[in-house]
């Protein structure tokens, strides 16, 4: 089995890394009854002697050792050190060690030219040591998780600087990044600018790029509350307390209180809104820690997936959409689960990819389905979607026979769809409200390093992006004439 790292930047990145860790827990405590580090458990977790100061994986011999106490495969970084310490001080607490976190006091100031040139350069050397710790620690690293938001100053800028970082130093090792964009309401007024320098540096740094939209998200949320409103008894049960790893081996799930549909102590505002993303990254790598009929690498998503290197950006949904952590919902009927991924409602970007054009497009199906089940539906579904004419049959599909918690099976689709050259244009207009008038741009080229020539580079960026995805989607077949045998 592969090992992945997980780097969470800023506010945003380590809210949702938060509960990445809890749910991931709780599914392999859901698989794992009987306590043993086994090769899944290994993929995002250590196995440590917590005796010794440097913390030492204690020894897997013949894979079937007992649990002794559990680390996270993870790097956790913020400017501004609340969310962390609350997190190290929280029900995951125990999971992290302390030498994996980079915090300052001060934070960026909503300002990507702080994050990027400023704490990117100044903590350039220690994140390279942390990073470098973790991946000494895994016996076949393969991917590089890097979770972060668009709109903040760390966020956008220290998570990206980190994406040259690992392109430098680890360049055989994937770079996978879950990146969310701001709404256009957004409180942050210089988010636009902090987007689109960040993209820059996406289109250039990065393997696979999965968008997320906070607008997106919270109808998502809206809708599943509509579903299930909290007045129905037997809907919805209480957010469990984490999983603990005890020292006598045993993965313990926690125990679960009704709370009848008001949130618990424990739930934060954005919670359900981050377990949506977590769930996707725990379907994401399901195949690569799990085992199933047709399991799928991570290296294979971004061979398949990603035709031309710019065009890395994967429009994701998944079915069934659950909010809460351990929310027991009927299990909707197996192709009912298809159509729903690629419905407009399904989608973690405001877009509907069935009135747009098709590259490629990924299927990750978890739990009681068959081969067979996934043909039938592609087939079922084929006439309905439109993909470029060079590529008409650009599935990549992958079955692992372990379903998520609760559910008996689950659907992820990537789609790399032109349909996501609306919200990119969508952001290009908000930046260029900002930029026609150079408002707020002194705030970035005070940072030392800082160039106005890079708002510029930026923008064209972007724009050579919107235009490639708008060029593919007008691109028609053209006749090859056939070879003639001479006579």
């Known amino acids: ?39 899944a458990l290994g993929s995002f977790f250590r196995n440590v002697d917590n005796r010794y100061e440097d913390l030492p ?28 310490n609350e997190m190290v001080k929280g029900s995951v607490g125990e999971l ?5 976190l980079i915090t300052d006091v001060s934070g960026c100031g909503n300002n990507w030219a702080v994050g990027h040139k400023l704490y990117g350069v ?62 256009s309401d957004d409180d942050v007024i210089t988010s636009p600018y902090n987007s689109v320098l960040a993209m820059h540096q996406l289109t250039e740094h990065a393997d696979c790029v999965m968008p997320i939209e906070n607008q997106a998200l919270h ?12 007045d129905k008894p037997g809907k919805r049960v209480a957010m469990a307390t ?53 399991n799928v690498d991570l290296n294979e998503i971004s061979t398949n997936l990603v035709p031309f290197p710019r065009l890395h950006y994967l429009v994701a949904s998944q079915t069934p959409l659950y909010a809460v952590s351990d929310m027991h919902m009927p299990p909707r009927r197996l192709d009912q689960m298809f159509t729903d991924a690629f419905s407009r ?84 207009d908000r930046f260029y409200r900002l930029y026609k008038r150079k408002a707020h741009m002194h705030h970035y080229t005070e940072v030392e390093g800082m160039e106005a020539s890079q708002f510029a580079q930026s923008l064209e960026s972007l724009t050579e992006l919107i235009s490639e995805y708008q060029e593919l989607e007008t691109m028609q077949p053209q006749e090859v004439p056939r070879l003639e045998a001479a006579s």
Not at 57 to 83: F, P, Q
Not at 219 to 230: E, G, T, V
């Open 96 to 100: 992290f060690d302390h030498r994996q």
């Open 219 to 230: 109808d998502i949320c809206h809708k599943i509350n509509q579903a299930f409103p909290s």
């Open 345 to 428: 409602d399904h989608q973690l970007i405001r877009a509907d990819p069935k009135n747009s054009l098709y590259l490629a497009c990924g299927l990750i199906c978890r739990g009681n389905l068959h081969v067979s089940d996934i043909r039938r539906n592609i087939d079922r579904l084929r006439p309905s979607l439109r993909f470029i004419h060079w590529n008409t049959d650009g599935w990549k599909t992958g079955l692992c026979s372990v379903p998520p918690v609760g559910q008996p099976y689950s659907l992820l689709a990537l789609a790399n769809n032109t349909c996501i050259r609306n919200t990119f244009t969508d952001l290009k």
């Open 57 to 84: 994986n204690v020894d897997a011999g013949d894979t079937k050792t007992k649990i002794r106490s559990l680390k996270a495969r993870a790097v956790m970084i913020d400017m501004e050190e609340g969310v962390v």
């Open 122 to 183: 100044q903590y350039r050397d220690h994140i390279i040591e942390c990073v470098r710790r973790a991946a000494e620690q895994c016996d076949c690293l393969q991917c590089f998780f890097i979770i972060h938001s668009m709109g903040g100053g760390t966020g956008s800028g220290v998570g990206t600087s980190i994406l040259s970082v690992l392109e430098d130093e680890f360049p055989e090792i994937y770079r996978f990044v879950t990146a969310v964009y701001p709404s």
């Open 1 to 39: 089995m592969t090992q992945s790292i997980v780097i969470q930047v800023g506010q945003c990145g380590n809210q949702i890394g938060c509960r990445f860790w809890d749910l991931a827990l709780r599914e392999h405590a859901a698989h794992n009854k009987s306590g043993v580090y086994d090769e």
């Open 242 to 294: 984490v999983g603990k790893v005890t020292t006598e081996g045993s993965l313990a799930a926690g125990a679960v209180k009704s709370r009848g549909g008001n949130p618990s102590a424990e739930e934060k505002p954005f919670d359900r809104m981050n377990n949506i993303v977590a769930n996707l990254l725990l379907n994401l790598t399901s195949s690569s820690r799990f085992e199933g009929n047709l």
